[in-house]
């Protein structure tokens, strides 16, 4: 069941309590939202409308109302506005998770190698902690399937558990991964390596069939810093695509104060994927993991997608906008809405 009463009280008390590191820029409305949303009817298999081609940009939206915290109900296509490059697209398709009509979710856990000396700074802080995840995961809708991958600073990579709706193998993966011996950390090579790693999650997502959203979750650290040549090459294998970053860890590492899309380097390269991509990062203590983790699915879950085709597929970087209209601001006069403020377009 998406929607109970104690769950979202939870995952309320995670998003505006426990430290969030970092969050995409919000856009407000005005004033109070009506009633939270009520739990939806079952889902009718006949009511999904699964779209993606390789034209249409699909744009995930999370809502929230900034009085209640809640996903807003009841949102209209109408009550969107979208712009590319600054020009108001026509929307030409749209799905709400409280209908049950989004694609269901990939849920990939995306982990550092062990490192020696490194646990608060790579995942090492998750060793025998996984099972701590496991209550938040009970809430995978029907559709909805985990997977694991991982990187290395020895810059190895791969895919450990492909998804699907084993959540015990999935666990017990990460566990595996924490018990290897450990590798050193800080090569350019491990950089390389992250690359080669998320390429693989969304090639491997892609190949699923009715194909999901893959939601890369980081249980990292973040101690981390990137050349911005490499941080640019992995923010464009994700703006390609659909997909949405977000990030737990145990609130040792907190993002740098100097944390921006400028200079020569990336501080924090989880944290500004999550950034980027429209999600968030959770610095947590180890009870409240799957606390984060539910507060990121009920994200997701309640999330609404608008599809437009682009004017040109050249290959390059494009600003997204997505505000609610004058009718939307009138109806949602609280609304604060989260997504992904690029995009590259096929060519």
């Given at each position: ?25 919000r ?135 492909l ?30 390596a ?48 659909s ?46 993991f ?6 990121i ?27 609610m ?23």
């Amino acid at each position: 069941m998406r929607f109970d009463k104690t769950r979202v009280s939870v995952c309320l008390w995670v998003l505006t309590t426990v430290g969030m590191a970092v969050a995409l820029p919000r856009v407000k409305g005005q004033t109070p939202q009506p009633a939270p949303p009520q739990e939806p009817a079952p889902p009718q298999p006949e009511a999904a409308t699964i779209r993606v081609t390789s034209s249409m940009v699909l744009v995930d939206i999370i809502t929230t109302d900034s009085k209640t915290g809640l996903p807003l109900s009841g949102v209209k296509k109408e009550d969107f506005r979208l712009s590319d490059d600054g020009k108001e697209v026509d929307v030409k398709s749209f799905d709400s998770g409280m209908n049950y009509s989004t694609r269901p979710i990939a849920l990939w856990f995306v982990v550092q190698c062990y490192q020696k000396n490194w646990d608060d700074f790579g995942s090492g802080f998750m060793r025998d902690k996984t099972k701590l995840l496991k209550a938040a995961l009970t809430h995978l809708d029907k559709k909805d399937t985990v997977g694991v991958a991982h990187w290395c600073d020895d810059g190895t990579q791969g895919n450990d558990h492909l998804p699907d709706r084993n959540i015990d193998g999935a666990l017990n993966a990460i566990e595996e991964l924490m018990k290897q011996p450990p590798v050193i950390p800080g090569t350019r090579k491990g950089e390389l390596a992250l690359l080669r790693c998320l390429r693989g999650v969304l090639d491997e997502s892609q190949q699923m069939n009715p194909q999901p959203l893959p939601v890369v979750v980081f249980l990292y650290g973040d101690h981390s810093g990137m050349e911005r040549a490499d941080i640019d090459a992995i923010q464009d294998e994700l703006l390609k695509r659909s997909v949405i970053v977000f990030g737990i860890n145990n609130g040792v590492i907190q993002r740098y104060q100097n944390f921006s899309e400028g200079g020569w380097s990336q501080p924090n390269v989880a944290m500004f994927l999550a950034w980027r991509t429209g999600g968030a990062f959770f610095g947590v203590k180890p009870e409240n993991f799957s606390d984060a983790l539910d507060a990121i699915l009920m994200q997701v879950h309640f999330r609404y997608v608008l599809g437009f085709s682009p004017a040109k597929l050249d290959g390059k970087r494009h600003a997204l906008k997505v505000e609610m209209s004058p009718s939307g601001k009138q109806r949602f006069k609280t609304a604060e809405l989260k997504a992904r403020p690029e995009y590259i377009p096929g060519n």
